[in-house]
């Protein structure tokens, strides 16, 4: 049995990826199933309950609750639903379409079209996968329209941060493994606590901590020479994992992680996760004019939510590189005032498919 708190889950991504191939099958036979073998992005497979599904000619819908495990997520036990229509002459195209409570993108720096549905890439992906696989046979002649939706998305996402990411009108399909894990949890913490002292009984020197999956297989890429023990997955929970580093005196110390987790780090913030204060646009301004950004950016920058967006916006100017190796220092500095004289420390920033950008260290 699990112990309580470490329940996993599945991500909306997931939950929209089985409810759309449910309908799928459901186009293909005339009948929705009442369970689903869903491919995830990680490359699992997972059987998924269908609540609700029916046909009606060239039309079928799906829906399927979300599970987020022992996660206190905001989306837990949504219903995330999928209506699909055959479109004749079309054949291969599957056209995605946010509805109800399903999020609009209103805003530069998400990666995601302006005026788009908040449906994030890898959900993106895997939804058309799982279609491509259950209805293959129906795309060699014909398209398929895809409407995912979530009837209380818009109540859900009045408790998160969307609207400051200008995503307005409900909530973000998002997951790049499927899997949630209790991220936010006192399990979790303790798992990150218990992988660094793992590693120091193993006589480790060096520890990888990294903010997620991708950041983790980009550090193991550019560090193969370190062994897996020193690399450790600690979500949002820095100050309990720098508090262990410490206390079981590891020398070297290499963060891994993307902008907008580094600018929280770069501001002080002890827990990085987006439900806590909002990315600090005054910081990345100050440190993008520092690095030669002119006024005009510097104020754009300002005006924005994300830090991803000034990323993108300095990259068209020439100066990310520089921007980027301005905010991995000013983390460190950050860090090092915090502890000081514990162990010398390195930045590893990785763009958003989690490939190296810059390393800067203190060595």
């Not at 939950?15 to 869903?38: E, F, N, Q």
């Amino acid at each position: 049995m699990k112990k309580r708190g470490a329940r996993t889950g599945f991500t909306t991504g997931a939950c929209s990826a089985a409810a759309a191939r449910a309908a799928a099958i459901g186009l293909v036979t005339g009948k929705v199933p009442d369970r689903v073998d869903c491919l995830l992005p990680n490359g699992d497979r997972v059987k998924f309950s269908v609540i609700e599904g029916y046909c009606q000619g060239d039309r079928a819908h799906a829906v399927v609750i979300k599970d987020a495990g022992d996660d206190p997520d905001v989306t837990d036990k949504a219903h995330l639903t999928a209506d699909l229509k055959i479109l004749p002459g079309r054949p291969g195209q599957i056209l995605l379409l946010g509805g109800k409570g399903v999020g609009t993108v209103t805003m530069a720096g998400l990666g995601l079209e302006i005026n788009g549905p908040a449906i994030n890439p890898v959900p993106r992906k895997n939804i058309r996968r799982n279609i491509k696989e259950a209805a293959a046979s129906l795309l060699e002649e014909s398209g398929i329209e895809v409407t995912i939706s979530v009837p209380s998305g818009e109540k859900m996402a009045r408790r998160t941060l969307n609207s400051r990411l200008g995503i307005i009108g409900g909530i973000s399909i998002l997951g790049t493994s499927g899997i949630v894990r209790p991220w936010s949890t006192a399990a979790f913490c303790t798992c990150v606590v218990q992988s660094i002292e793992v590693a120091a009984n193993q006589g480790q020197e060096t520890i990888v901590l990294t903010t997620g999956g991708r950041t983790e297989k980009c550090a193991m890429r550019e560090l193969p020479e370190l062994a897996p023990a020193c690399f450790v997955q600690m979500g949002d929970f820095l100050k309990p994992a720098f508090d262990t580093l410490v206390a079981r005196r590891i020398p070297h110390v290499i963060i891994g992680g993307m902008v907008g987790k580094l600018v929280k780090m770069a501001q002080g913030e002890t827990i990085t996760h987006a439900g806590r204060n909002p990315v600090n646009m005054e910081l990345v301004a100050d440190i993008a004019a520092a690095v030669g950004a002119d006024d005009r950016i510097c104020r754009e920058i300002r005006q924005a939510k994300t830090a991803r967006f000034a990323t993108e916006r300095l990259a068209q100017a020439g100066l990310q590189e520089a921007f980027l190796k301005a905010l991995a220092e000013r983390v460190i500095t950050t860090l090092k005032q915090r502890y000081p004289g514990r162990f010398t420390l390195g930045v590893l920033v990785c763009d958003f498919e989690g490939n190296k950008l810059v390393e800067v260290s203190d060595a």
